[in-house]
């Protein structure tokens, strides 16, 4: 059955105002507030999860949450869909930006970019990080455009300098890998390579001042404001460069890593 795209009907969340098809659904005592998986870290604390509700909602489809968006969709392809809908609309990841609340399609629209954040965007589809730089800088995103597309990379450093994470994000549908290239600045016969799939961008888990500890946005999860999160969780989404072991099988007092973002291969035995 499909639900029709009407404000009308009471099958949203009350915090979010999204459609109720992400569990986990709560309700309150009274029945009169819904929450919906989207809005766990948001609004009113509840505790009554509606599984009457979601065992019914998971065999409906609803509308896109984005209204120029015509796409339908099953429960389990919500979340997928909301973050490569090419209607998305993200918040700008840079701090300064947060509390203008702009809002912005990022995958057809790079002009926010363009015009307040020149320096952190890269075009072309492959990119060298110098590791002094970038133990200098410590933390800093850059956004990669490569034919068009926007991919969003963020590089933190931890332990001083010791670790290096380096994480990317696309927005579209398309299944991307990125493959890091590093290599000795005296020598560049000496490299390691990884390859990592890229990620598609959720703002509440993928944020540079979280990885800092600086962050205070309620809806992210590993932000100072949820102190009940596993902090050990946020390095998942990255690859950790061991930089002290790098530099003794390179035999380099310095590294140079390549950055390049390749359409997805699929391997053998993988669906
Ligand atoms: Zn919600
Ligand atoms: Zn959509
Ligand atoms: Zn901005
Ligand atoms: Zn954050």
């Known amino acids: 059955m499909d639900i029709e795209k009407t404000t009308s009907h009471n099958l949203k969340c009350s915090v979010c105002k999204n459609y109720l098809n992400v569990a986990p659904v709560l309700t309150s005592e009274d029945g009169k507030i819904n929450k919906c998986g989207r809005c766990q870290l948001k609004g009113p ?21 984005n209204e120029e968006c015509t796409d339908r969709m099953s429960w389990a392809e919500v979340q997928r869909h909301e973050k490569s809908c090419k209607h ?27 015009t307040n954040h020149p320096g952190s965007i890269h075009s072309g589809d492959n990119m060298t990080l110098n590791l002094k730089v970038i133990t200098h800088h410590q933390s800093f995103m850059k956004l990669l455009v490569v034919d068009t597309i926007p991919f969003l990379m963020l590089i933190h450093c931890l332990k001083f300098g010791e670790s290096l994470l380096i994480g990317l994000f696309n927005f579209n549908n398309k299944l991307y890998d990125y493959q890091l290239k590093i290599y000795s600045d005296k020598n560049s016969k000496r490299h390691s390579v990884f390859k990592e799939n890229v990620l598609l961008y959720d703002e509440d888990q993928h944020c540079l001042y979280c990885l800092q500890n600086l962050c205070v946005m309620q809806n992210h999860v590993f932000s100072k404001r949820n102190p009940s999160s596993n902090q050990n969780e946020k390095y998942k989404f990255y690859s950790n460069i061991d ?9 380099t007092e310095n590294l140079m890593i390549d950055v390049s973002i390749i359409e997805h291969q699929e391997q053998n035995g993988e669906k």
């Open 88 to 114: 998305r609309k993200i918040e700008c990841p840079f701090w300064n930006c947060r509390e203008k609340d702009i809002k912005f399609v990022i995958l057809n629209d790079i002009s926010h970019f363009e």
């Open 243 to 251: 930089v002290g072991a790098t530099k003794t099988t390179l035999q």
């Open 45 to 65: 604390v509840l505790n009554n999860r509606n599984s009457l509700y979601e065992s019914i909602g998971a065999k409906l489809r609803f509308p896109c949450k």
